[in-house]
Every structure is written in C-alpha cells, then in structure tokens.
C-alpha cells in the first residue's frame, strides 16, 4: 500500500476536565458528573469520612455546563447547556467547580509525554493537539500483513505514555492531514484511535454531516442545509464553479478542497498568542449606577488578574480593550492602542477607564471583560523604553461611572 506523504495525529483528551476531577475521586467513575459549579459546590467530607456532593437539582443560577462525563452525556448532558436546564435532564448528575489550575497541570503533563514520543507538537487548546508523525521512526513500517501497523503502534505508544504521565485516556485520529485528523479523532470516542488514508474518504468522512468539518461554523453549515447539501459527500459532489458562485471565491474553494479531504497546512510548533483576556460574568445583572461600586471592583480585579498573566508569560501590549455584554445579550467591544506597550495592573485599568467613556450604560451588565492585544516580549519593552514614570494620583480618579 502507497503510504501518504505525512502522517499527522490530532489527539484530544476524553472528557477532559470532568476526567482530570475523576483521579481526585476516583470514586466516582461511571457516575454522571457535570463540571460547572461555584466553589460552594465542591465536595464536602463528612466525619465518617464518605462524600457529600452537590447535585444538578439544587442548583439556581446562569452558570453553564463546561463539560460532563460520558456517562452525564447519555442523559443529555453537553457542554455549553445551561446547568438549569441540564438539571431538567438530570436531575441527580454530581455537581461539581471547576478547577482551572489542575486542568493547566494536567495539560502540561499529558503534552510533555506526547513529545517524549513525537516532538513535532502544534498546541491547539487545553485538551488537544495536532502531532507530525512523518519522522517518526517506524511508523511507516508495516506489521504482519498490516501495512498501517506501524501507524498504530505509535498512536499505541502515544496514548500508553499519555497514560502514564497522567492516568487519562484520549483518543487519537492519524491521517494525512490536518483537516481530516480533526476529524478522525472524534470518530471513535472515547479512547480511540483511527487511522484513515485517502482512500477511506467515501465510506468514513463523506457520509458525515457538514458541521463535522472544522471551518464549516453555523452560519456556512445552515446555507450548505438549505442549498440541500447535508453530508460532506454532498459538498464533494457539487460542482466548485457553483460552489464558488454561492460562497465567494476563496470560501468555496476550501469547500471544495475540503470535501475532498485536501489540506496542506502545515504542524506548526510555535506560536505566539495574539491576546490576553480575562472575563467574568456575574451572578445577577448588574447596574451602571447603582452598582458602581461593585463594578469598580470587579474591573479593579480583572486588570489585577491579567496583569498577572502577562507577567507569568512575559508579554506586554500597546492595546487596551474592554468587552460588555449587557441584558438581552447584546455585546459591546471598545479599544484603545497607546504609545507604548503596557503590563501593569494600573495602566491597564487606565486605558480601560477610556474605553468605559465611550460607552453607553443604559442597560444592566452580566459580563465585562479585558484584552491586552498587539503583544510584545516584554524584554523588548524594557530595552526600547524607561518604564512610564509613576503617576501620583490614584488610578481610580477621573474615570467616567466606575
Ligand atoms: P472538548 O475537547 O471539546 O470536550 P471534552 O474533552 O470535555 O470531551 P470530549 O471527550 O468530547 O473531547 O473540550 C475540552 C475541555 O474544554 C472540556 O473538558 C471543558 C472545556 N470546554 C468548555 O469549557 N466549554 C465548552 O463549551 C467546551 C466544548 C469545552
Ligand atoms: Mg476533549
Ligand atoms: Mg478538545
């Protein structure tokens, strides 16, 4: 059998932080588990030393589903649902916070163990990866009469050293690209793995819906629908000049090269992040006026906090934006791009102090966010300018409504 000019593994976690919850109780494996909750949620040890956990039911609040186990998904249960309503489906599914910093570690771990095997890493994410196989050694070599066995032992090797690292499964998808391993790692969930050459396009990815293919969003999936084009084998089967004439030349081409399972993109090892941000939304919907005082605070903290992330990754930013989301959904963004890069808790609640004039609070808040973009190494701030001079009034001052 001809083998393909590369091989690359998207490999994605199980599951992923409801399972890192589960080495920390591990006697829950098997149960409905929903990760979502606030802090007041998380488990309590009793003195006979057996659990009491939160359960779906007794939460009230707007808070969402981050991800479930696979047992909570055959009630219904996905991410991204509202716990409320995920509650209506299952009612006695375990509650439980979540905890960002474990998912950070565990993330580190089960990617240090994949390049210990293959180094060819693109980091895509907190639970998934893309991998260059084409180097590695033996992978092309066939075993027994299975010319893809050598393929499969390293995605074999890659999972059992994943394994080790952290006690977590994933599942794996090998094939010649990107495009279609993106794919492949969802088609045999969870723990699996596939591999898939060029010639298993018509009966595994053609029969597939349009969504399954990364690029096509809801808006693009809801045309191809109406168009009458349903399964990926449908996009193939249209003619790209027609193709073309309803998406734009450029979208309509890739729509076209994408049904046929054609991508060039290159593993990309390295890459600098565009932006840093920092969100929240609260509990209740929160007002401009009344609620001043509280929103000062919570800006206060949220510039606090990425500041500190840009420490922690040594990175700086000329622009400054803030993100609302009023009631009814309605999202406002405003930016502002300064002089010189800024890092600092204080400069950065400054610059969104402008951006907050610019706005109009005629509704109530349920989420404010900050973005420090155009990032630089902050070695190159301090070797391109002295650092601003300390200004002696407090930052708070002069800033319009909080
Ligand atoms: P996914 O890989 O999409 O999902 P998963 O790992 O939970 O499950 P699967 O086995 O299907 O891969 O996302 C990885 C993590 O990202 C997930 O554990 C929680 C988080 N996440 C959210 O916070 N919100 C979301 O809407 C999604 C989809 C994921
Ligand atoms: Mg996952
Ligand atoms: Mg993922």
Redesign the pocket.
Same mark, same amino acid.
């Given at each position: 059998m001809l083998q393909p000019p590369r091989w690359i593994a998207h490999l994605?976690?199980? +599951?992923?932080?409801?399972s890192v919850e589960l080495l920390r109780y591990p006697q829950l494996k098997g149960e409905a588990v929903v990760?979502g909750g606030r802090r007041a949620d998380a488990p309590q040890q009793l003195e006979d030393g057996s659990w009491r956990y939160a359960r779906l039911r007794q939460y009230t609040g707007r808070g969402v589903v981050?991800?479930s186990t696979y047992a909570a998904r055959d009630l219904g249960v996905f991410? +991204?649902m509202g716990l409320m309503k995920a509650a209506l489906r299952a009612p006695d599914a375990i509650l439980l916070p979540a905890d960002f910093d474990s998912y950070r570690h565990y993330s580190r771990l089960f990617k240090a163990a994949v390049a210990e095997v293959a180094p060819v890493i693109e980091d895509r994410g907190?639970?998934?990866i893309y991998i260059d196989l084409t180097d590695v050694p033996g992978v092309r070599d066939a075993v027994g009469h299975d010319p893809l066995g050598g393929v499969k032992a390293v995605a074999r090797e890659i999972k059992n050293s994943v394994w080790r690292a952290t006690g977590l499964t994933c599942?794996i998808g090998i094939t010649p690209n990107k495009l279609l391993s993106k794919i492949a790692s969802?088609l045999d969930?969870?723990d699996g793995i596939t591999v898939l050459t060029m010639d298993d396009l018509p009966t595994r990815i053609w029969p597939l819906a349009v969504r399954k293919v990364n690029g096509i969003g809801p808006k693009a999936g809801d045309k191809l629908v109406k168009l009458g084009l349903h399964t990926v084998g449908d996009v193939a089967a249209a003619d790209p000049a027609w193709l073309i004439e309803q998406f734009g030349q450029s979208y309509g081409h890739w729509l076209h090269q994408a049904s046929h399972g054609l991508d060039t993109r290159p593993v990309v090892t390295h890459s600098e992040p565009v932006s840093v941000s920092r969100e929240t939304t609260f509990e209740r919907d929160l007002h401009a006026v009344h609620d001043r005082a509280l929103l000062g605070q919570i800006m206060d903290d949220l510039c606090e906090r990425l500041s500190h992330d840009l420490a922690r990754k040594r990175y700086a930013g000329k622009t400054v934006g803030i993100k609302l989301r009023f009631e009814g959904f309605i999202t406002v963004t405003r930016d502002q791009t300064l002089k010189t890069p800024v890092s600092s808790a204080a400069d950065i609640r400054r610059a969104v102090g402008q951006c907050l004039k610019r706005v109009k609070f005629d509704k109530r808040l349920r989420l404010m966010g900050v973005r420090v973009g155009n990032l630089v190494h902050a070695s190159d701030v301090a070797a391109a300018a002295p650092p601003a001079p300390r200004r002696e009034e407090p930052a708070r001052e002069n800033l319009p409504l909080f």
């Open positions: 994605d976690m199980d +599951a992923f932080y409801a990760i981050t991800t991410s +991204a907190i639970d998934e599942s969802e969930k969870p």
